[in-house]
Protein backbone atom coordinates (compact mmCIF):
# COMPACT_ATOMS: atom_id res chain seq x y z
CA UNK A 1 0.00 0.00 0.00
CA UNK A 2 1.37 3.48 -1.18
CA UNK A 3 -0.03 6.82 0.86
CA UNK A 4 0.58 10.06 -0.20
CA UNK A 5 0.47 13.16 2.34
CA UNK A 6 1.69 16.72 1.37
CA UNK A 7 -1.64 18.01 -0.65
CA UNK A 8 -1.61 21.94 -0.55
CA UNK A 9 -2.24 24.55 -2.23
CA UNK A 10 0.50 26.93 -2.96
CA UNK A 11 1.47 30.38 -4.59
CA UNK A 12 3.73 30.39 -7.35
CA UNK A 13 7.47 30.74 -6.96
CA UNK A 14 6.60 28.70 -3.56
CA UNK A 15 7.58 24.91 -2.26
CA UNK A 16 5.90 21.71 -1.20
CA UNK A 17 7.22 18.28 -0.11
CA UNK A 18 5.01 15.54 -0.77
CA UNK A 19 5.38 12.07 0.86
CA UNK A 20 4.32 8.41 -0.06
CA UNK A 21 4.68 5.94 2.95
CA UNK A 22 4.66 2.66 2.11
CA UNK A 23 3.51 -0.92 3.88
CA UNK A 24 3.30 -4.28 3.46
CA UNK A 25 6.29 -5.17 1.14
CA UNK A 26 10.26 -4.77 1.09
CA UNK A 27 10.54 -1.00 0.49
CA UNK A 28 13.99 -1.14 -0.54
CA UNK A 29 13.62 -3.76 -3.30
CA UNK A 30 11.23 -1.36 -5.47
CA UNK A 31 12.41 1.15 -7.53
CA UNK A 32 10.09 4.23 -6.53
CA UNK A 33 8.18 7.15 -8.80
CA UNK A 34 5.85 9.97 -9.19
CA UNK A 35 3.48 10.85 -11.65
CA UNK A 36 0.74 13.70 -12.30
CA UNK A 37 -2.01 14.05 -13.87
CA UNK A 38 -3.75 17.40 -14.54
CA UNK A 39 -7.76 17.61 -15.48
CA UNK A 40 -8.33 16.56 -19.04
CA UNK A 41 -5.06 15.60 -19.27
CA UNK A 42 -2.66 12.09 -19.63
CA UNK A 43 -0.97 10.73 -16.30
CA UNK A 44 2.59 12.28 -16.81
CA UNK A 45 5.95 11.05 -15.52
CA UNK A 46 7.83 13.55 -12.92
CA UNK A 47 10.82 11.94 -11.23
CA UNK A 48 12.44 8.38 -10.03
CA UNK A 49 14.72 6.97 -7.89
CA UNK A 50 16.39 3.40 -8.15
CA UNK A 51 16.19 1.07 -5.30
CA UNK A 52 19.33 2.28 -3.56
CA UNK A 53 18.73 6.13 -4.32
CA UNK A 54 21.53 5.94 -6.25
CA UNK A 55 20.18 6.95 -9.82
CA UNK A 56 17.35 9.53 -10.16
CA UNK A 57 15.65 10.74 -13.05
CA UNK A 58 13.37 13.73 -14.35
CA UNK A 59 11.16 15.15 -16.39
CA UNK A 60 12.25 17.94 -18.43
CA UNK A 61 9.47 20.48 -17.10
CA UNK A 62 10.71 19.87 -13.34
CA UNK A 63 14.30 19.33 -14.05
CA UNK A 64 16.41 21.89 -11.88
CA UNK A 65 13.12 22.74 -9.36
CA UNK A 66 11.98 19.43 -8.06
CA UNK A 67 14.04 16.69 -5.88
CA UNK A 68 12.90 13.18 -5.42
CA UNK A 69 14.63 11.42 -2.49
CA UNK A 70 14.04 8.50 -0.36
CA UNK A 71 14.61 7.02 3.13
CA UNK A 72 14.72 2.68 2.92
CA UNK A 73 14.65 2.95 6.95
CA UNK A 74 11.34 4.89 7.12
CA UNK A 75 9.75 3.34 3.99
CA UNK A 76 9.13 6.33 2.53
CA UNK A 77 10.02 8.45 -1.22
CA UNK A 78 9.61 12.59 -0.79
CA UNK A 79 9.34 14.68 -3.81
CA UNK A 80 10.71 18.77 -2.44
CA UNK A 81 9.22 20.44 -5.11
CA UNK A 82 10.53 24.45 -4.99
CA UNK A 83 9.75 27.22 -7.63
CA UNK A 84 6.12 25.97 -8.13
CA UNK A 85 4.52 27.25 -11.54
CA UNK A 86 0.90 27.06 -12.62
CA UNK A 87 1.36 24.79 -14.39
CA UNK A 88 2.62 22.13 -11.81
CA UNK A 89 -1.12 21.84 -10.68
CA UNK A 90 -2.24 18.21 -10.57
CA UNK A 91 -3.04 14.94 -8.91
CA UNK A 92 0.48 13.59 -8.36
CA UNK A 93 0.88 10.05 -7.08
CA UNK A 94 3.70 7.86 -6.25
CA UNK A 95 4.22 4.24 -7.53
CA UNK A 96 6.11 1.08 -7.06
CA UNK A 97 8.25 -1.00 -9.30
CA UNK A 98 9.67 -4.71 -9.12
CA UNK A 99 12.00 -3.40 -11.46
CA UNK A 100 15.25 -1.06 -10.91
CA UNK A 101 15.31 -0.08 -14.86
CA UNK A 102 12.70 1.73 -17.36
CA UNK A 103 11.94 4.14 -14.27
CA UNK A 104 10.76 6.81 -16.94
CA UNK A 105 7.91 5.13 -18.10
CA UNK A 106 4.51 4.44 -16.42
CA UNK A 107 4.09 0.86 -17.45
CA UNK A 108 7.00 -0.38 -15.17
CA UNK A 109 4.97 0.60 -12.24
CA UNK A 110 3.23 -2.25 -10.70
CA UNK A 111 1.58 -0.36 -7.27
CA UNK A 112 0.10 3.12 -7.09
CA UNK A 113 -0.91 5.44 -4.38
CA UNK A 114 -4.16 7.02 -4.40
CA UNK A 115 -2.99 10.40 -5.41
CA UNK A 116 -2.54 13.86 -3.75
CA UNK A 117 -3.81 16.92 -4.84
CA UNK A 118 -1.29 20.05 -5.85
CA UNK A 119 -2.74 23.04 -6.66
CA UNK A 120 -0.42 26.60 -7.58
CA UNK A 121 -1.96 29.81 -8.02
CA UNK A 122 -0.84 32.67 -10.22
Known amino acids: QLVESGEGLVQAGGSLRLSCAAS????????MGWFRQAPGKERDFVAA????????YYADSVKGRFTISRDNAKNTVYLQMNSLKPDDTAVYSC?????????????????WGQGTQVTVSS
Open 24 to 31: GRTFSSYG
Open 95 to 111: AASGRDYELTYLSTFDY
Open 49 to 56: ISRDGGRT
